[in-house]
């Protein structure tokens, strides 16, 4: 059966579309519709928080495979941090307000003064979290990124995860283990 996809926001900027009509049964399906008619989409929308309706119910990501006769909505949702902007404004004030001493009441605003600073910055470009919730490393993090999981060099990996490349023709490339093991066994000679 036929259903109302409508996108909003920067997802409909990207698409260049608000509605899309499709045979789906799930939200999850309506996820996949847009990701395989439009490329790079996948990775967009990771950037992005969103919110997922059917008709008037909000589904959380553990529900996005019930199937549903309902028209699907997918809205981009605004976010950042304002917490720090309105923490920095009211110890400003208490600073302006309540402390005499000149020189505990500039270290104070200059503190207050940072603090909304950083609100701001995290209201307009809000930053993506990296460290990665089951290992809790951050891949940005330079200690996670000297890991090796090599034998012989920085150039061998084998760490899950890696795109094995496809070569037709004569190339010359850096190699990349797909399967390895390493087996001990005790060998007698005569020498």
């Known amino acids: 059966m036929l259903k109302k996809i409508r996108v909003y926001g920067v997802l409909r900027e990207y698409t260049k579309q608000a509605e899309f009509e499709a045979d ?7 996820f996949s519709f847009l990701f395989s008619n439009f490329k790079g989409l996948e990775q967009a929308m990771g950037e992005q928080v969103y ?17 549903t006769a309902k028209n699907i909505k997918i809205i ?5 941090n304002f917490i720090s902007f309105i923490v920095g404004a009211v110890v400003k004030y208490a600073a302006k307000k309540f402390i005499v001493n000149t020189i505990i009441q500039t270290v104070v605003t200059i503190a207050a003064t940072h603090l909304i600073t950083q609100g701001i910055n995290n209201l307009l470009s809000p930053q993506k979290q990296t460290r990665d919730p089951s290992s809790g490393q951050d ?7 000297a890991s090796n999981y090599s034998f012989t060099g920085l ?10 490349n496809i070569a037709y023709g004569e190339i010359l490339v850096g190699s990349i283990v797909v399967s390895n093991g390493i087996d001990t066994v005790q060998v007698e000679g005569t020498n």
């Open 24 to 30: 789906i049964n799930t939200p999850q399906e309506a």
């Open 51 to 67: 919110c997922v309706k059917v008709g008037d119910k909000v589904l959380n990501r553990n529900h996005l495979n019930i199937e």
């Open 76 to 80: 981009p949702l605004v976010h950042g």
């Open 139 to 145: 891949p940005l993090d330079p200690a996670a990124l």
């Open 155 to 164: 150039t061998n990996i084998s760490n899950a995860g890696v795109p094995v």
